[in-house]
T-cell receptor, first 111, second 118 residues
């Protein structure tokens, strides 16, 4: 049973556009929701994370929107750049426990 | 931010041999380390969780006798793939977290180790 569903599987956006990736979770005990960015042949790097007591968090061009009642959260990348082309993973965890990852979204930003 | 290193970054070995991968937290003490494997164009699959000084907790379906994990200190965990076979070829990634030094859920990932078994 997949606990975190991520969509879309791939996304193509023009430079300067907005990239939106969505995730839905099932376990209401999750209390930490990070997004990771991974380039080919590299380990994931934490991009931004949110806890369920806030509905939005913004860091530079990256924003997480969180909807607790719908059990959904999304990543918005504003002014997308070719350097943002990577695979993005959402995840969810309970306290200090292990994370459950989404299947990933391959983002391509065309110049 | 915190830095996690892995060694080696890539390794090629013959079928039947054992390979050891090291994961080190360079500037913090990791209370917990996680080991993942990732196949091409797939997500990270958690293999095991290890806490310093205690036995690792393996995920369902992961052979503990094949994937030996040792978390000998607060800065070092090792994964040994014993009697490796071609199907063990994958990208192995570790991550580390610290209750004491960082936001309690924040995981810091290593750069990964590419294992190819011939």
């Amino acid at each position: 049973q997949q606990q975190v569903k991520q969509s879309p599987q791939s996304l193509i956006v023009q430079k300067g556009g907005i990239s939106i990736i969505n995730c839905a979770y099932e376990n209401t005990a999750f209390d930490y929701f990070p997004w990771y960015q991974q380039f080919p042949g590299k380990g994931p790097a934490l991009l931004i994370a949110i806890r369920p007591d806030v509905s939005e968090k913004k860091e530079g061009r990256f924003t997480i929107s969180f909807n607790k009642s719908a059990k959904q959260f999304s990543l918005h990348i504003m002014d997308s750049q070719p350097g943002d082309s990577a695979t993005y993973f959402c995840a969810a965890s309970i306290s200090a426990g292990k994370s459950t990852f989404g299947d990933g979204t391959t983002l391509t930003v065309k110049p | 931010g915190a830095v996690v290193s892995q060694h080696p970054s890539w390794v090629i070995c013959k079928s039947g041999t054992s390979v050891k991968i090291e994961c080190r937290s360079l500037d913090f003490q990791a209370t917990t380390m996680f080991w993942y494997r990732q196949f091409p164009k797939q997500s990270l699959m958690l293999m095991a969780t290890s806490n310093e000084g205690s036995k690792a907790t393996y995920e369902q379906g992961v052979e503990k006798d094949k994937f030996l994990i040792n978390h000998a200190s607060l800065t070092l965990s090792t994964l040994t793939v014993t009697s490796a076979h071609p199907e063990d070829s994958s990208f192995y990634i570790c991550s580390a977290t610290s209750f004491r030094d960082y936001s309690y859920n924040e995981q810091f990932f290593g750069p990964g180790t590419r294992l190819t078994v011939l």
